[in-house]
């Protein structure tokens, strides 16, 4: 039976311990629960040192593919792989404000838009139905915090009605963060809620009619001049205290 590892590439011995056991748990040659070798056989298969290996697997402990246990029938275990990992970056990149308006627009305007569409073509009644309870939830709202919940749900349930994981992990993440550039940047006065809303309940009517490219058109729509509305916060903020000028990610770039 061939080894589960050889030994270590000498030129790059930490990365390519980290790899091989990377790879073992992707490709499925170690599943969910298995454990690793013990650190002194895994040591003797890849020629490397206690240091050495000891880092590469708190490496991926961090990358979430394994956990390693303490004391008696402990050591390395395999975990599962999910989408925690990818969010757990893109939720640290968001919150430490490498990621602009700009940015966040540019996304959501692509992947949101594709995403209604994708949802208008998968929804079930059922669906529709809790799309329009969350609406008359939002439409029941007159505070600003209660109704940008509302709207975060209703656009949750739209990526939840696709099915697709990566979707639904990655826009997750987005919709948590997204609240600390409109607590600073959004004005959502009663005006803006109901224009808010009537955008809402356009894109749930298209998606009732099975009108997926209307719903794709109105979505963008929608991301496009709310965030319009922001960037002219930003850019009024800015002509006052020119100062924080990076404090949303843009690092003094701007696009039109």
Do not use: W
């Amino acid at each position: 039976m061939e080894p589960l590892f050889r030994a270590a590439k000498q030129n790059r011995i930490f990365q390519d311990v980290v790899d091989q056991i990377q790879d073992a748990i992707i490709d499925g040659q170690l599943k969910t629960g298995d454990r690793l070798p013990a650190e002194r056989q895994l040591q003797k298969m890849m020629k490397t040192s206690r240091s050495t290996l000891r880092e590469a697997l708190r490496v991926l402990e961090q990358k979430g593919l394994i956990e390693i246990k303490l004391g008696m029938g402990g050591g390395a275990v395999v975990r599962t792989v999910s989408t925690e990992q990818v969010t757990e970056s893109l939720d640290l990149l968001i919150r430490s404000r490498r990621v602009s308006l700009n940015h966040l627009a540019e996304f959501r305007e692509g992947a949101e838009g594709d995403v209604v569409a994708l949802a208008t073509k998968r929804a079930k009644r059922t669906d529709i139905d809790r799309l329009q309870a969350l609406l008359e939830r939002a439409h029941a709202c007159t505070d600003r915090r209660k109704f940008l919940e509302a709207d975060r749900d209703l656009h949750l349930a739209v990526v939840g009605i696709t099915r697709n994981p990566i979707y639904i992990s990655i826009l997750k993440t987005v919709h948590e963060n997204i609240h600390r550039y409109f607590d600073r940047f959004l004005p959502m006065n009663e005006k803006e809620m109901a224009e808010n809303y009537r955008d809402l309940e356009n894109i749930v009517g298209a998606m009732a009619g099975r009108d997926a490219e209307r719903a794709r058109d109105l979505a963008r729509n929608h991301i496009r001049r709310f965030n319009g509305y922001m960037k002219a916060k930003r850019n009024a903020d800015r002509q006052m205290t020119p100062a924080t000028e990076t404090e949303d990610g843009d690092s003094g770039t701007q696009q039109s």
